[in-house]
């Protein structure tokens, strides 16, 4: 391929990647955990949009409990948005063919 081609397809790429970026952080992912006792939303940006709790959730005996549940809901959260991301973009440079892309 030569290189005045090559910068054409980058340039296209870009484009498209900077849309679907711009998507992804308007995307509003969700987590729960412990059964829909902690519910978390994130956006793409990864800012946290939302945290729930049930009221079964939050026990002053058991404060690790709601712990390890913000933290797995937390955790989850942010996978989904990750994964999300990394499907989206990914499949976008696929066949460039450009090595660490």
């Known amino acids: 391929m030569d290189m005045q081609k090559m910068m054409k397809e980058l340039q296209k790429v870009q484009g498209k990647m900077s849309k679907v970026q711009e998507a992804l952080q308007a995307t509003l992912y969700e987590a729960e955990a412990g059964g829909g006792l902690v519910k978390v939303t994130m956006n793409g940006k990864f800012e946290v949009q939302s945290v729930r709790l049930q009221k079964e959730a939050v026990d002053p005996e058991d404060v ?7 933290m797995a809901a937390f955790n989850e959260v942010r996978a989904k ?5 990394q499907q989206k973009m990914g499949g976008l440079t696929k066949g460039l063919g450009i090595p660490g892309m």
């Open 81 to 85: 948005a990750e994964l999300d991301s």
């Open 64 to 70: 690790e409990a709601l712990e390890d549940l913000l």
